[in-house]
């Protein structure tokens, strides 16, 4: 092991990432294929499941939030491996616990709260892994590494699918046990590989009190929001627009929706990683926010679902930088903001992923005028990642004339 450098941790984290993304869309693929398995089995309904969701999203905030108070405290290696333990016995105790507890639903909450633990410890702690890893170009690497996210999502929809089709659906236990074995191995990769610190020993750690003082921080956290809700605004509806504009079924279009648009995002993540040292990060996301902008306008206003469609894969390409580009940003300015940076930051990543799904929702009740109208008020979204980055070059401008 002592052979191990720095391109190893890099690598653990790009497995991490994919976990993370089995971790938040395993279960919904209880919508498509395992509802009447639970609801045969176990007798759960569908608004029950759906309730797994927002638990899974739930453990994870508290998470994000926890993350920044003990993280350090810990270690990054212990929390790793601890985080994909919980993921691994998340999707044990899946397998084993419904049929164990007289109310198996008792069961199913208990392993998506185990496994949510594990998901919101990774999605804290790589994006600060790989920073601090002795690499020359760190916004390239943050790029690729989200792409992992996306190519996550792909493999889960994409195995199950292909199990599915091949064993049937009620050997689905054989599906989660390779998950159960994926973190097993990576965890343990997490106690031999490298790991580096994110603030120089010789230098000292900006304190949470001194985070939550700063202008910037704000800015960046409205920014994480803006990128989350940016993002979820529009896939979270991505399903609808493949039913539509493909004219297939709901199971079909729960499949392909969300897949174009993770295919996008990964996409776009990927090209930027290969042209980050050829152009200006902040121009680049000025530019995939106006983009954004224009596939909002063409899934609200255009009369034709394959439009919308479209509209909705130019979605995914457009956001696929602000996320990893708001933490590139937020490291090579607030250089000392050390691991309670990321996990705020993280967690206000979450909350728009959140809070962008509600707020369209809300828009298009208020208006009656569908799901259309609530995606052209979210057009706020990537205008409000134009206006933060705008003002953080202001402040730094400003800066660098003295003015602060």
């Known amino acids: 092991m002592s052979k191990l450098n720095h391109n190893h941790t890099i690598y653990a984290c790009y497995v991490g990432y994919v976990l993370q993304a089995m971790v938040n869309n395993f279960v919904p693929l209880l919508f498509v294929f395992f509802h009447h398995v639970f609801q045969g089995e176990y007798n759960i309904s569908l608004s029950r499941i759906a309730f797994l969701v927002t638990a899974n999203f739930v453990v994870q905030l508290i998470v994000d939030l926890l993350g920044a108070l003990i993280v350090d405290r810990i270690g990054y290696r212990i929390s790793m491996f601890f985080a994909h333990i919980c993921i691994a016995l998340g999707f044990f105790f899946l397998s084993v616990l419904p049929d164990i507890f ?133 896939s979270q509806w991505s399903s609808a627009f493949a039913e539509e504009g493909l004219k297939v079924n709901k199971s079909v279009g729960d499949l392909a929706g969300p897949m174009f648009f993770a295919v996008m995002m990964g996409i776009s993540r990927v090209l930027y990683s290969r042209i980050a040292d050829k152009i200006n990060l902040e121009r680049m996301m000025i530019y995939m926010a106006g983009l954004c902008v224009i596939s909002y306008l063409i899934i609200s206003l255009s009369p034709v679902a394959a439009f919308s469609l479209i509209g909705c894969g130019m979605c995914g390409f457009s956001v696929g930088i602000m996320w990893p580009g708001t933490f590139s940003i937020a490291s090579d300015i607030m250089r000392k903001g050390g691991t309670a940076l990321f996990a705020l930051l993280a967690l206000a990543g979450d909350l728009g992923c959140g809070g962008g799904p509600t707020i369209v929702g809300t828009a298009a009740d208020i208006t009656k005028r569908g799901i259309g109208a609530g995606i052209l008020c979210g057009v706020i979204f990537p205008v409000i990642m134009v206006i933060g980055l705008f003002v953080l070059d202001s402040i730094k401008k400003n800066r660098e004339n003295g003015v602060y």
Request: charge should be negative; include cysteine.
């Open 102 to 234: 007289d109310n198996s639903y008792v069961g199913i909450i208990i392993s998506v709260g185990t496994y949510a633990i594990g998901g919101g410890l990774i999605e804290v702690l790589v994006s600060p892994i790989v920073e601090a890893c002795p690499t020359e170009n760190k916004q390239s690497r943050m790029s690729l590494l989200h792409s992992f996210y996306c190519w996550g999502h792909v493999a889960v929809v994409a195995i199950s699918t292909v199990f599915f089709a091949v064993f049937g659906i009620s050997e689905w236990r054989w599906v989660a046990a390779l998950w159960i074995l994926v973190s097993l191995i990576n965890g343990f990769m997490f106690l031999f590989v490298p790991i580096y610190s994110l603030v120089d020993e010789k230098d000292e750690e900006i304190p949470l009190t001194g985070l939550l003082k700063s202008k910037m921080f704000w800015i960046l956290v409205l920014m994480m929001f803006a990128a989350g809700a940016s993002e979820l605004s529009v």
